[in-house]
């Protein structure tokens, strides 16, 4: 399964676990998260951290010691630690290809993929034109864009605001040796 992070708040807040109410049967494990502070410079950030999700109301979070985190992973260190019980994982093309099939049944859009969007044109009377670095000119009532980290151009090129700029940033990410597999055994460890 490829990985996905379902964040409730922190720092944005997810839906995809009570997808249609439960109807459809997405795949995910609700596994937790635990985001630690393993120098004094970082608890700042941990609090900020608690207090934005305090301020969304995330369900169970707390912030616990350095004695709670080896109680609940016996191989992470931390002074202290943010504890998100609920977060999960899913696969997410699987939950995207779910929710585009949704959205077809209706009959009432279209998706276009690998459409690089050069100009976007927005009236209120004619709806939105959209062309493409192509040439090709698509007209719709409304536009729902999935730009992922390009979202903040798009939405500049629909006339949106100049501010947020998104700053994108590099993670790592390792694969363990098959025999240190099982060293953190519950919850998603950041630090």
Known sequence: MQAFIINQGVPWQS?????????????HQQVGKLIVA????????????YERAMANRVPGVELISSKRVQELEPNV????????????????????????????????????????????????VKGVTLESQSGDIVKAKWLITCAGLHADYVARMAGGAKRP?????????????????????QHLPYS
């Not at 839906?15 to 795949?27: E, I, N, R």
Request: glycine fraction near 8%; include cysteine; hydrophobic fraction near 35%.
């Open 15 to 27: 839906y995809v676990l009570k997808a249609q109410g439960g109807k459809k049967k997405l795949p």
């Open 38 to 49: 393993t120098g004094d410079a970082e608890l700042p950030i941990l609090e900020e951290l």
């Open 77 to 124: 260190w931390a002074l202290q630690a943010l504890h998100s019980p609920h977060t999960g994982i899913t696969d997410y093309a699987t939950v995207g290809w779910s929710f585009a099939e949704d959205f077809l049944s209706t009959g009432r859009g279209q998706i276009h993929t690998s459409f690089k969007v050069v100009g976007i044109d927005m009236d209120e």
């Open 165 to 185: 700029v998104f700053l994108p940033f590099h993670s790592n990410y390792k694969e363990l040796k098959p025999e240190y597999c099982n060293i953190i055994t």
